[in-house]
């Protein structure tokens, strides 16, 4: 992965966090995801007055592209506006690992900064569906 090869994806979750609905926060998220066959979903944070109604950025842009039937992931985008770079949430690291594997995110921040992580890393030892074994 080379960052440039990310900026239009980058570029996807910042436009996607202009759309966040984050007023009891106020802390703005944006994501994107890409397809192996280079389609992007974006998304951002949207709260609800019962605060864990809640949905991530990152849960809307995944889950915007499998209910568009998108499946296989190259690499995620997550952005916020803040110093030490955003990462996912618990619950997100979770739904990435069931729809994207150990997909590369590309974290960074309204300045430019820029860190990567494999999903796997954030995520050790996770429950999935090799567990299930009915
Ligand atoms: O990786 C993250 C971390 C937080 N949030 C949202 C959830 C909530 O709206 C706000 C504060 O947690 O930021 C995300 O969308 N993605
Ligand atoms: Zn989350």
Redesign the pocket.
């Known amino acids: 992965m080379s960052l440039n090869e990310a900026k239009d994806l980058i570029e996807a979750a910042r436009r996607a966090r202009e759309n966040?609905f984050?007023p009891?926060?106020n802390?703005?998220?944006g994501?994107a995801v890409e397809t192996i066959d280079g389609r992007v979903f974006a998304g951002?944070?949207?709260?609800n007055a019962t605060y864990g109604l809640?949905?991530?950025?990152?849960?809307?842009a995944i889950w915007k592209a499998i209910s568009e039937g998108a499946r296989g992931f190259r690499r995620l985008v997550?952005i916020?506006d803040t110093e030490e770079l955003?990462?996912?949430?618990g619950p997100?690291r979770q739904i990435i690992w069931e729809f994207c594997g150990d997909i590369e995110i590309i974290m960074t921040n309204l300045g430019g900064k820029v860190e990567t992580v494999r999903a796997g890393d954030l995520l050790p030892r996770a429950f999935d569906r090799r567990f299930l074994t009915i």
């Open positions: 966040a984050a009891y926060s802390f703005r998220v994501a951002c944070n949207v709260e809640t949905v991530c950025a990152e849960r809307v997550v916020a955003t990462p996912p949430c997100c």
